[in-house]
Each structure stands twice: as structure tokens, then as C-alpha cells.
């Protein structure tokens, strides 16, 4: 627990991180899941973890995987259903032009959530990464509208036990995604009342989002249901250590999740291409126990009236306050 | 007209550009509204011109601002509520924390809806750049959006002999703006009917949009109302001509603006800093024509085609194609 | 002094901060020079003042500028020539086609110099914000170089007892600029030894540099003479309180200014647009100092172990210790 | 031969391209580098291949890679030492902390040297995309400049019979790369003179570079070796097809390589991920011939005359005419 907050991770975190160039990875992660289970086991207080339905569960290991993270002592927070690491999604997964591939997202969709009541895991997160297109005159932008509701109707109606969440993206895979930010996914779940949503603040940030007013956007909206949390430089999704880079802006981001009273699980999506797993994850949890703490030196009712000052000094020098106590 | 479509722009664009250097101007403007009206004048096929509540339009010149309209045989497409050049709109104008400003920007909004009734003018533009916020903890994500909404709605209720749009930034003068994109414009007017949207394409780019896309949210929500061209880098609002950057996402809007079937104006929102301000909007009347003259030169049929087959060398050929004919 | 720094601030940031929507000015800030300066007084440990010629000095009030001056207990630590005001210089200054206005922009630079010199000023900043272009196909790149370096040479050999610094900025006014970040003011100034750099950090920022390597780049090459200190989005020169924004690069910038040893004046270029102004350089000295309280909690030693190290954990970790000491 | 200039690509555009996501790769190209050399053939006008050592060059098969490459009428226009595929260059290349690894780099780009001379390729190109750093203080930018230049000048000493260029980025893989732009790497090849350079057109962008002014600043500092094409939406290095985002900047960059007399290669570094491998070339090279063509159209002393008058608005004029001869 991270103050009153399950604390989970997503595993390939501890895995030996890939990229375009470094196909095999850079290291110092682990390659099997039991490799990763005991890496992840090193973070103190980490409550869940997060799997990909496919890669890390399968019909035939089900009932292992439940015996491993039991053993662990690690709830799944999340099964995550893979509509993105297959040629065959490589043109789109939900909003594909093909209505073959677009139903074989919602029945790859519908085996996870059946995999995640099983697991007595509450969430599958579907993440249209491949949805989406490279060049101009390439999307049907107002089918792709269509396309995607209906995936995610049917979807939603699948079962009750476990609730379909949509993590919004900009851009990669795809050069540009179709659900682009916390209003567009809004906007296209209008109506869906089943199906809810990840809030990923790298994601935000690559944005050009303001990570809070997300929070605030999503909660006022009912749909505020999950935290992926990394941090990045803005132009990509970097994936890097929590409060990395913008330390204000999450500062800012902790005070709107107590505010808006979010009592859900805060899951690190990260990719520690070349650091050490184990401390990347801890000091994504020092760093966000040493924010909420920052929050509760100065206290919620004083950042509430800075709120209302409108007055930009004051918020200046409340940040100040708040982490460096001077 | 540009082809079926009705041509406007605002009157500034014929005016000696400031920026926050050059507080007096660039030059080769106009200063006063007549010398701006003589160099719109010398623009063929200019239908229409936007005008400044408060600036260009009083209760006391109105009926002689209607007639130096009707003088040059221009129709009024637009007039623009002054939200947004006077300190006391500094903390805000729909979204101000101060109840009387919000007050304030409702009877301002108000009283142009009146003029723009008595000039035959159909729309009034709500843009709330003043509304955002330049540090964090600055605002009240969650207060702003009812009280946006609550503003909105006085405004629509006012009279239906105009109709009120609004126009979506992401930033500047703030920092950051509240009505930063397409989806967020459409969510914010969830039920409220009579209010419309104004697309600055310029605002699209610089939000990291697709103007297209953009073009296709707002239609298939019914709420495409009227477009403001223009270009930029897509950090800021550089207000350049049409065209002269984003030529092939330019391509792709105007033929958006066909196949969505709009019907309205085309007005040019441009800041000629430093250009000669008829010849400013005369290249960009001609930009808009040639790529009208492109869509044509392939067909709408074919560029369905393309589209449906999401191949995106086909896509690169089309573009191709459409513009140079090779 | 800020530790051991002098520290400065245009005066501007005093003034009643005008841009291009609110001509005139968003108020709280002084109109007249005197009013300004007495804003300027009620910052403690401000040791000095940045003026610009021909705004605040001339030929005929210069005794007396420097009487404003002597009484208030300030020095004045920098002259900016006014390249950037007047619509003459709308085209460029140092680099302008015409040689008729480059060869104004060395006579006008020269004539600072010379106030300078006897307001004991050790500096004058050309800064070509005019010096760049809007459009592709508008500037000749080659030529432009050429035409900067004989300018900032003529410049340079006017008197050796006012030293010429060159401040780059990658946009703004100009869409684009030509001198944009420090590797390109390093290489235009090239054998030109009597020229040095005014490091603005904020437009380090929206350059896309690292702040912390701009400074180790341009101490390395003998040319750090001067700082600029604000924040921004790094879209645009936003001018705002120091790290507020960028808090994470700034502690590493005030480690590098330390590091490299560099002596000079640290001055403040803000725009508290909307803010009070005595208020904003208070909060920026405050953070400033509180930053280099964070470099010693954890001592020059460690960050420098830290660095050598290349272990990304460990320098999340030193952040965290030195900010808040957790 | 496109016009005068040699006609190139790196084999990998005819692989199947993977990403962080689709380690697999998204399909539609070559396994086997002969499979891809298939493909190449299939390419009319292209003159050339540039392969990457160690991966399709070695001691065991270069004299076999030497008649594939003849029998299809290829040259070897660059061979690229491999410094950024394998956990161990991670850290680092060229700039690496452990001096053991900065000597490797020299070795592996030696050997690729000796190998180049074998097959006549004239240049390695010298990519120091691990070069970098993810984190604040994780660097220390003053010794890795010292690095660079030893590195480099050790490979420069190697063989004067194949010349070392360096290709500059300002990110990915590392998060941040040390050698950023075009004015950085001549600033770090001072004094180096064997050492050249390689233009990315898309790195050039992705920096925030106008691709045209680095061709100019590079030519005019006698370092403007070879052509690396491609295309992108500046946020991330896409390596999409040529001239399919940035028409107009891509049409001045082609103006900017006739006017400064290049007469080396044009080499396409793609990465058609989803696409079809031989039509992405194909389109490449067809835009790369009409942007000729239109340069054709309008004559370079015409596009001379616009230039040196610095109006925006003959600019955008001439950019319309050149494309679509309206």
C-alpha cells in the first residue's frame, strides 16, 4: 500500500526492456515470469501486478498463474488483453477496417475478462494501440467512431464480473492514435456506462495534457477507474521513473486524486530500458509517498484556498513549500 | 465565394499586426476600420467580414458600420465578443473564479448577440483565451467546467436570432486554456443544443490535433459550425497564410469539409505580421482554391477508395497525384 | 546576492505586461521608469538591473538614469540595445537584407555601448529576435551567417570597455530565428573572441536543449558571460517564475552553474503577465536560493559521484534527498 | 539515379520492420538479407545499399556479400558500424563512462573501416544513438564531449581510405542523445577535418531543425557528406516515407541541395512498418523526382529572386506555382 492506495505494477516492468534497436533487450530484467514474480517480489509494498492475457496467461497456466501470484502474495490488479504485439493487429485491433479483425479483438477481449473473473482479477484494460493510422487520407475518421463503439459495446456486454477499462494514447505504435485524450474517450464512451477508463499520465503528459486536470475531467465524469503511472518528456512515451521529469506537475497530479477521492489501485507502467528494475519501481514509490507527503505538510485545506486565490506567486510558492518545506 | 463555399475573414487581418514586442505594429495595415475595409475590398471573391464586439461594432456607430458593410457588399459572417483585450478579462471571462466577471462575460456576450441580430449577422464567437490557467495549482478543474457550462448556457438562452459558437485553443494568452480541443468543446456542450463550434484549424494543429479529424468529430456531433484557416509550427498560433506549412494535412481538411457535406463559411483568421495583408489573404484564397482544384483533379470517389484501403503508400500517391499531377 | 551570485532582473518584469491580445498591458506593474524602480526596490538582495536603450536611456536623460540608479543601491548589470521594438527592425536587425538597417543595428548597438560605458555597465545584449523568417523560401541561409558575423564584429571592435553578448533564441517574434540554440551562437562566433553568450535559460528550454548541457556546452567553449533566468512549456518563451514548471532541470542548472564555476550575475527576464510583480522576482529569487540549499544538503561531492555513476535510480534518488530530504 | 544524384537506401527499409511493441515485426518484407536484396532489385534507380557491420557484414562473408550486392547492380554506398543493437553499447558508444567501451566503439568502427575499403563503399557512418542520457545528473556534459572528439579522431586516424561521418539526433534510443543537431556536430568535429557528417533530413526535423538551414550551415562549413531521407511528425524519429508530412519544407530542402552543389548520395532511411517495403521506396523516390521537377517548373533563379526579397507572401506564391503550376 502506498498511504491508502493498492499499489501495483505492470510486469514487464521487471523485464528486460526492448526496443526498435535493442531487440533482445538491455538487460538486467528477467526473462521467464518467474523471473520477473521474483524481481517483483523485492518491491516492499507492492499489493498487485498487472499480466498480459496471452503472454503471461493462457488457458493451459491459468490455474498456475493464480498459484504464483497467490504464493507471492500479489493480487491481479489488472489482465491485459494483447491487441498489439501481432502483425496481425498491426493495422488496427478495434477500429480495424476489417470487421474480422475487429471482432477478433472483442473475442481476444472476452477471453481475458473470462481469464480476469477467474483470477478474481476486476479489469481488463484494452489499449487501441494499432488503432489508428500513419498518413493523411489512411483513416475513415467518422467510421472508426462507429467501429470502435461497437467493439466496446460488445465488450461491456460480455460479463458483468469484470469491468472493460479504454487507456487513451496519442500516438505509438501507431503515428497517431484515435483516442487521443481523457475528453475524446470520454466522448466515445458517452453512453457506454459499462465500460470505464485507465488514466496513464505519461500517456497525458505525451498529450500535451495537464495530468490533473485529466484526473479531474475523468472522476467529474464517472469514469475514472485506474492509474498507469511513469513519466516522460513529452514528446514520447517514455515510460521513465515516476516524478522524473515533471515534479510539479505530479505533485499536483497526487493532490487531484486525494481531492477527487479516487480509492483505486496506482499501477507503474514503466520501461526501465537500462536501470535496474527493482530500484526503478522503489523509487517510483518513494517518490510518490514522498508527494503524498509533501501534500500533508502542507495540508488539503491550504492548497484548496491557493486553488481558489487564483493567484500564480501563491501556487508557486506553495509547490516550494510543500516539497522543500522552505 | 470558394467555390461553393461563402469567404470571409476577420477584419485584423487587414490591420498593422502587434505582438508583445512591436506594441505598435509591424505595418502596412490598417489603423483605422475604413483603411482595413478599403484593403478587404481588394480582395475578389471576399463575401463576408468578422468584426470585434466593442472594438469595430457600438451602440452608437452600428447602423454606420452597417452601412460601410453593405457599401462594399460585404455580409457580417461573424461578430466576436471582445472576451479577451482588457485587464479585467486577465483572470478569465466564462471560467472566471470571480462570479461578476463570469456575470460580466454573459452581458457582453449578450449585447453582441443583439448587435449581430440588428447587422443580419448569424453567430457570435465565444473564445475564452483568458480562460486557463499559467501555473499548477492554479485552478479548479472541476468548478471551471460547471461554471463554462452555466456562462454557455445564459448565452444560448438569449435569443435564437444568433446563434453562439465556441472556439476551442489550447493555449495562449494563458498558459494553458480550459477548451483546449475538438472532443473537449463537444463534451463541455453535452446538452447544450443551441451552442455551436467554430474550428480554428490553426488551434487544431497547434493542440496537436488533425485537422481533419477534428473536421470529422465536430461534424459527426452536429457540431461543425464555421472554420477560421489559417497555419502555423504547431507550438503557437502563428496565425500564417493557408497552407504554407501543413500542405498535405490542408489537403486532407478541405476535402473533410466536402465529404462531411459542410455547407457554411470559410473565413481566413490570419496575423500577417509582417506580409503585405491583401496579398496575405489572397494567397491563401488561392491555396484553398488550388486544393479544392486537387480534390477535384483525383475525385472524391477515388480518394474514398484510398481511404477504405488504409494502405499508406496508395495514400502518398494520392496526395501526389492530386497536387502536381505526377 | 544569492549565495554568491549578483542578482539582477530586466525591468520590464516590473512593468505592466502587454501581449498581442492586451495592448495594453494586464496591469499590477508600473508604467513610468520611476514607478518600476520603486517595485524593483521592495525585492530584497536584488543587486542590479537590466535597462533598454533608448526605452530608458538616452543621450538626454542618461546622467539621470544613472542618479535612479546610484540612489536605489543598483547597478545596472546589463544595457539591451532595442532591436526588436520598432517595426524598422520588423525584418530583421543584424541579419537583415537590407545593409542599410544592418549597419543601424551596429550603430545602435555601438551607441548602447557607449552608455554603457559610462553608466559602468559592463555588458550590452544583442538579442536578434527580428533576425530569422516565417515562411520557407524566405531567407537566404548562407548569406544570413555571413551578414550576422560582420555585424557582430564591427559591433565587437567599437570599445573593449563594454563587452557585446549574443542572447540566441529559437523563435519568437520571428517564427523562426537563425541564431537558435548555444551550439549555433558557439559556431557563429567563431573567431570572433570579443563576443560572448547571454545564456536565457528559458529559451534553452523551448529550444528543446537541457539547460544543465547548454551551460556546461558554452562554459566549455569560454562563452558563458551572462544568465537569463525564467520557465516556460517549453513551446514558447513563456517568461514565467523560475522552476516553476521545469523544477527537476533547474536544480540541475543551478548544480552546472556552480560546477563550471561561473561568477557572473544571475538576472531574472520574466513577464508576470497576470501576476504581482514584486511578488513573481520574490518567488523566483526564493526558489532560486532554495535550490542551491538542495545542492548543498547533498554536497558538490555526492552529485558528482552520482553523475559518474550514469545510474539512472541513483539520480532519481539524489533529486528526491536534495529537494525534500527523503 | 534520381537527376544527378545517386540513389540509395538502407537495406532494413526492406525488412519487416518491428517496433518496442512488435518485436516480430509488422511483416510484408525480408527475412534474410537476400530475401531483402530481392526486394531492393524490385527498386528501379536505385544505385545503391548501405548494410550495417556485423549484422550483414563480417570477416566470414564479406567477399560473398561483395557479389550479391555486384550481381544485382548495387554499390555499397555506407556501411554502418553496428554501436546501438546489443546490451553492451547501452550506456553508451563513443561517449560511454567505461573507457573500455569508448575503445571498443573505436575497434568496431575500425574494423567496419577495413571492411568498407574491401567492398569500394566510401563512407561509415558513425551513429552515437546510445550516446546520450535518460535522467537529470546522470551526465556530465563536459568530459563526454572530450570522449567524443578522441573517439572520433581515433577512427579518423584509422585509414584515409573510407571516411568516418557522423550522423547526428537528438534522441531515441536514449531519451536524450549529446550530439543533437547540426550545429552541435560541427562544433564537435572542430579540428577533426577527416571527419564528415551525415544528414537525417528526419533527425533534422525531430530536433526542430529546419531541414533546409541545416543543409546550408552544414555545406557552408564543409561538412555536408551524405543524405539520410525520410519523414516524420517531428515528435519521434517515424522514418515514414519521404516528403509525405513536410511537403513544403521537403521541396526547400531540395532547392537548398541543388543551390549549395551537392553532388553525393540520396539514401532512404525508412522504416515502412506497415506498409508495403518496395512501394514506400518507390513513392520516395517519385516525390523526391517531382520535387525536383517542381524546382524544374520555376527555374532556381527565380526561386533565387525570391528569396533574396524576403516576402512571405511571393514565398507561399512560389511554393503553390512550383507543386502545382496554379
Redesign the interface.
Known amino acids: 500500500m502506498i498511504e491508502n492506495y493498492q499499489f501495483s505494477s505492470v510486469l514487464p516492468t521487471f523485464a528486460s526492456?526492448?526496443?526498435?534497436?535493442?531487440?533482445?533487450?538491455?538487460?538486467r530484467g528477467g526473462t521467464t515470469m518467474d523471473e520477473m514474480l521474483d524481481l517483483a517480489v523485492k518491491v516492499k509494498d507492492l499489493d498487485g501486478l498487472e499480466l498480459v492475457g496471452g503472454w503471461h496467461v493462457n488457458d493451459q497456466n491459468i490455474k498456475e498463474v493464480g498459484k504464483k501470484l497467490k504464493d507471492r502474495g500479489f493480487k491481479l490488479s489488472m489482465l491485459v488483453p494483447d491487441l498489439?504485439?501481432?502483425?496481425k493487429w498491426?493495422?488496427g485491433s478495434i477500429a480495424a477496417?476489417d470487421p474480422k479483425t475487429r471482432q477478433a479483438s472483442v473475442d481476444e477481449v472476452r477471453k481475458c475478462m473470462d481469464w480476469a473473473a477467474e483470477l478474481d482479477c476486476p479489469y481488463v484494460d484494452v489499449w487501441g494501440?494499432q488503432d489508428g493510422?500513419?498518413?493523411?487520407?489512411?483513416?475513415?475518421?467518422?467510421e472508426v467512431?462507429k467501429w470502435m463503439r461497437e467493439s466496446l459495446h460488445a465488450m461491456g456486454e460480455h460479463t458483468d464480473k469484470v469491468k472493460v477499462l479504454v487507456e487513451y494514447k496519442?500516438?505509438?505504435?501507431r503515428?497517431?492514435c484515435f483516442i487521443?485524450?481523457a475528453?475524446?474517450v470520454?466522448?466515445l464512451l458517452?453512453g457506454l456506462d459499462k465500460i470505464g477508463v485507465v488514466l496513464d499520465v505519461g500517456h497525458a503528459l505525451a498529450?500535451?495534457?495537464?495530468m490533473?486536470?485529466a484526473v479531474?475531467?475523468l472522476?467529474?465524469?464517472g469514469k475514472l477507474d485506474y492509474f498507469h503511472f511513469n513519466d516522460n518528456?513529452?514528446?514520447?512515451d517514455?515510460d521513465?521513473?515516476v516524478?522524473?521529469?515533471h515534479?510539479?506537475?505530479t505533485?499536483?497530479l497526487m493532490?487531484?486524486i486525494k481531492r477527487?477521492g479516487y480509492k483505486g489501485w496506482l499501477s507503474l507502467d514503466m520501461?526501465?530500458?537500462?536501470?535496474?528494475k527493482v530500484?526503478?519501481a522503489?523509487?517510483a514509490r518513494?517518490?510518490m509517498?514522498?508527494l503524498l507527503?509533501?501534500i500533508d505538510r502542507v495540508g488539503m485545506d491550504k492548497?484548496d484556498k491557493?486553488?481558489?486565490g487564483?493567484?500564480?506567486?501563491e501556487?508557486?510558492?506553495?509547490?516550494?513549500e510543500a516539497?522543500?518545506?522552505?
Open positions: 526492456c526492448a526496443d526498435r534497436y535493442v531487440l533482445g533487450g538491455y538487460g498489439w504485439t501481432q502483425a498491426g493495422r477496417t494501440g493510422y500513419d498518413y493523411s487520407f489512411q483513416a475513415d475518421y467518422v467512431w496519442a500516438r505509438e505504435p503515428m497517431r487521443t485524450n475528453a475524446t470520454l466522448l458517452r498529450a500535451g495534457e495537464n490533473a486536470a479531474a475531467l472522476a467529474s465524469h518528456y513529452r514528446s514520447w517514455d521513465m521513473i516524478a522524473s521529469v515534479l510539479v506537475e505533485l499536483e493532490y487531484w477527487v520501461f526501465p530500458y537500462r536501470e535496474d530500484q526503478a522503489i523509487q518513494e517518490w509517498k514522498a507527503a509533501a492548497i491557493v486553488i481558489k487564483n493567484e500564480g506567486t501556487a508557486v510558492a506553495l509547490v516550494r516539497l522543500t518545506g522552505r
